[in-house]
Each structure stands twice: as structure tokens, then as C-alpha cells.
């Protein structure tokens, strides 16, 4: 990869990849790269690239299957696929939790990538967190107390989508909710199907209760888990510029982007791949 330059951002997760240009569709040759140096770094940045959308699909198409439009953002005219997040004064952020994308689907996607439009004079950072470095961190007997565990996932803090300014006791919407996005249960601890690692599959958004516990006894292990897996030494914290792209695995990361730019306005545009081509999975 002597023709990229790799700038590690922290000892365990993000990397800044310089000589890549996506003002075109990058060659297979490239994109296989590109994938080696995700698998390594979790998540990985281009700055100042002029990316049209066919080409923000093209990149995305090169990693496997595309996700269908996302279930309550828009997607961009005349390219369904992109997801656009459009946050200022007149439609609040409501991204800024702790989450790993869609993890209430029985198969959540692989991949997100994200291209920044419109950028803020100042916050909309995004933190990401690895799952695998979350996972070697904990002690030995919790390793082997999650390892034999599942979770429940649900639409978690999308439920707000469905009852906010809703008369009381109605919630009919939120149960037609609940019937078209479904929930899913998920392994506490999944196996990388590229890298082996193992994975701390949890994030707080999304994730309700641990199966087969009471909801006092689950609450008191997903609040553990949940201090544990935020901690600073497990981020990286990335201030975006105009034109920038963003590719991280879904597999073995969370995000939390923040929402203290207003009153100014923050615009991405983000790709989700559902599948890994070079793992089928």
C-alpha cells in the first residue's frame, strides 16, 4: 500500500487514509485496499474529496449489497440508497446516542459510508468505539459470563418517531412500528467472520434486555457494560470538514454523533452496505 498514506489516529481504532482520490469510481484494485485497511482500522477518513453521488453508490456497491432506503430518513432524489441526515434549527438531531447501526434487524449491515455536505463552524463531531478492543478489556470471568449470552434489540430510541405529540394511551403507530421493523436477538459476543476477533456486541441504544433475566437483573449488566464500552481509551473522536468520507464496519464498532451545533446546520450523506462480498456475510 505504498501509495497510500496511513496516519493512525488512536492505538486501537480510526486512521486518516491520504492519497486516495473519489472524484471517480475507484478500481477493484483500490477498493480491495481500501477493505484491508478497514479490517485493520475499524474506521477510516478521506478528507477533501469531491464524491458525486453515482460514485458514493459505486464505492459502497464495491463492498457488497446496498441497504434499501433507510426506515425513517429520506433518501436522496433519484438515489434511494443514500440516506440523507440533514440536522439544524427546524429538525433537531436525533442521532446523538450511543449506537451500532440497525442492530434490530436479524442481519444488521456490514458497513456505512459517510460523506459530509454541510459542516458546522464548530461541534457535530462523531466518536466511534471499538467492540473488539471493548471485548479484550473485560475481566476474564465477564468474558465468559457474555460469551454465553444473548440480547434482545428493538427500534430503541426510534420509538420517539412514534409517540411524540401523540395523545396519551395512544399508540397505535408505535405498534405498527414495532410490526415492520421487528426486533432481533443477537450473541453477546460475536466472532469477526474476517479478522476472528471477538466482538462485545452491545450497544445502548437498540439493546434492551439481556435474554432469559428479569429486567432488573439485565439492567444491572447492560448498565455495567455500557460504562465499560464508552470509555476514552476505547474511542476516537473525529472532527469532520466539508467533503469528507468516512467508512467504518458495522460489525465491530458504535458511533454517537453530537448534537452541539446548533443553531447551525449539518448535512451527510451515508450509504449503508448490508453484506461483506468477501465474507458473504
Known sequence: MSSLEVTKLTPVIGAEIGGVDFSNSPDADLCDKLYKLLMEHQVIFFRDQAMAPKTHVALAKSFGELDRQHPVYPGLEKFPAITVLDFGPDNPPDVDSWHTDLTFREDSPFASILYSRMIPP???????????????????????????????????????????????????????????????????????????????????AFVVQVEGETATRSRRLLNYLCDHVIQPEFQVRFRWTENTVAMWDN???????????????????????????????
Not at 449470552?149 to 405529540?165: L, S
Not at 397505535?172 to 432481533?184: E, I, T, Y
Not at 436477538?185 to 456486541?201: D, E, N, R, W
Request: aromatic share 8%; charged share 25%.
Open 251 to 281: 460489525r465491530c464498532t458504535m458511533h454517537y454523533a453530537l448534537a452541539d451545533y446548533l443553531p447551525h446546520r449539518r448535512v451527510m450523506h451515508r450509504v449503508t452496505v448490508t453484506s461483506d462480498k468477501r465474507t458473504d456475510s
Open 122 to 204: 464548530y461541534g457535530g463531531d462523531t466518536i466511534w468505539v471499538s467492540l473488539t478492543a471493548a471485548f479484550d478489556a473485560l475481566p476474564e470471568d465477564l468474558k465468559q459470563e457474555v460469551k454465553s449470552r444473548r440480547a434482545i434489540h428493538d427500534m430503541g430510541d426510534f420509538r420517539n418517531d412514534f409517540t411524540v405529540g401523540r395523545p396519551n394511551g395512544d399508540a397505535n403507530a408505535l405498534v405498527d412500528a414495532h410490526l415492520s421493523f421487528g426486533s432481533a436477538v443477537h450473541p453477546m459476543v460475536k466472532v469477526h467472520p474476517a479478522t476472528g476477533q471477538q466482538i462485545l456486541y452491545y450497544n445502548p
